[in-house]
């Protein structure tokens, strides 16, 4: 049973661009959830998105967003990067909300 | 204060030791998860617990709902199970997501 895979598993981007990361869930998971780790803030929760809805967004500004397909394959995309946009950017995938949360090898983001 | 902690932050050990990760947490839940994370940065889930104890191989973890407390405990500890562990919880009636621990980096020496 193929994990979940996330896509591209390394990048670096230039301050002011923009950058779409991918995550493919375990098969049959519906549930879609977006991370954010940085060194100084430990894990932040980014969105998590249900049968291609948005159910919650943590707290980040808007040029972070995303969305889920009906194959619950999802994508984050950053608008006009900044340098403090660095980070690992993990997705977890699940059954349901309330089910066992299966995570990604993530995409290392450098902005420079 | 963070609705949850973790302690120790860090921990240096040798290898064969009993290992206890503990991490409180201060919010009614639905579920705790542990978690496993390596250099380069892959989270393994290693255990979702809503109540008594759950074992894997040489991994236990145990939860007191009432106490509001749970540990990890490693058994003959091995250097490959240096990583960090990190403790998350899932808040009842919350929006689904995830409070998550500041994580314990273990190392293990040979």
């Known amino acids: 049973k193929a994990g979940v895979t996330q896509t591209p598993r390394y990048l670096i981007k230039t301050r002011g661009q923009q950058v779409t990361l991918s995550c493919s869930p375990i098969?049959?998971?519906?549930?879609v959830s977006w991370y954010q780790q940085t060194p100084g803030q430990g894990l932040q929760f980014l969105f998590e998105?249900?049968?291609?809805?948005?159910?919650n967004k943590g707290n980040f500004p808007g040029r972070f967003s995303g969305r889920q397909f009906s194959n619950s394959r999802s994508e984050m995309n950053v608008s006009t990067l900044e340098l403090g946009d660095s980070a690992l950017y993990l997705c977890?995938?699940?059954?349901?909300?309330?089910?066992?949360?299966?995570f990604g090898q993530g995409t290392r983001l450098t902005v420079v | 204060k963070n609705e949850v902690e973790q302690s120790p932050q860090n921990l240096t050990a040798q290898e064969g030791e009993f290992i206890t990760i503990n991490c409180s947490y201060s919010v009614g839940i639905s579920a705790l998860h542990w978690l496993q994370q390596h250099p380069g940065g892959g989270i393994v889930s290693l255990f979702m617990?809503?109540?008594?104890?759950k074992k894997h191989g040489r991994l236990i973890a145990t939860i007191n709902i009432q106490e509001k407390h749970s540990s990890l405990h490693i058994t003959a500890s091995h250097p490959r199970d240096s990583a960090v562990y990190i403790c998350?919880?899932?808040?009842?009636?919350?929006?689904?997501?995830?409070?998550w621990g500041a994580g314990t980096k273990l190392i293990i020496k040979p």
């Open positions: 998350a919880v899932r808040e009842k009636d919350s929006n689904y997501q995830l409070i």
């Open positions: 977890a995938s699940s059954r349901g909300s309330y089910t066992e949360a299966f």
């Open positions: 998105y249900f049968s291609e809805t948005q159910r």
């Open positions: 617990l809503s109540s008594g104890k």
């Open positions: 098969s049959g998971h519906r549930s």
